[in-house]
């Protein structure tokens, strides 16, 4: 995976997240084995390789234009889409921010909310 967009840290809380849901129960009872973490592994698949995609179409409108000293544009059809549809940004920020599969900690895991004034 590339560095760029510093990615990784979003990527490894996201990854623990999905850790914690997926592995907590089988590593308090002892079980944990390659079919968890195949499981674990095929939940955060879809959201690597997404971003990786991201991270390097963004290498190419950006890699040029660095060292030819261009101006960063990206590719005319992608230009289009986001200018007539100017939604259609949210899907790149959501599968940076996000993840294509968003992961929820478990119940368990959850704080209490705090209250307005902070107490609990
Ligand atoms: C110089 C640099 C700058 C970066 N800047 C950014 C940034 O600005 N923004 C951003 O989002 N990301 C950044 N990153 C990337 C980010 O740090 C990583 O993507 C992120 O820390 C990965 O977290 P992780 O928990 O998956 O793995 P790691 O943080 O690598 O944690 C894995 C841990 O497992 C331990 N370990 C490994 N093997 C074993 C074993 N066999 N037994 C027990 N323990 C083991 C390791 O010692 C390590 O502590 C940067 C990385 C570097 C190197």
Do not use: K
Not at 14 to 30: H, K, M, T, V, Y
Not at 88 to 94: D, F, V
């Amino acid at each position: 995976m590339s560095p760029l967009g510093g990615v990784g840290v979003n990527l490894a809380v996201q990854d623990g997240i999905a850790i914690d849901r997926i592995l907590a129960e089988p590593l308090l009872s002892g079980s944990v084995g390659t079919v968890e973490l195949r499981r674990l592994q095929l939940r955060r698949l879809p959201t690597t390789r997404a971003v990786e995609l991201l991270q390097a179409g963004i290498h190419r409108t950006v890699d040029p234009a660095v060292h030819g000293h261009r101006p960063i544009r990206p590719p005319a059809p992608v230009e289009w889409l986001l200018t007539t549809f100017p939604a259609l940004t949210r899907i790149p920020a959501r599968i940076l921010g996000v993840g294509v599969t968003a992961e929820h900690a478990p119940d368990f895991a959850r704080r209490e909310e705090p209250t307005f004034d902070g107490a609990r």
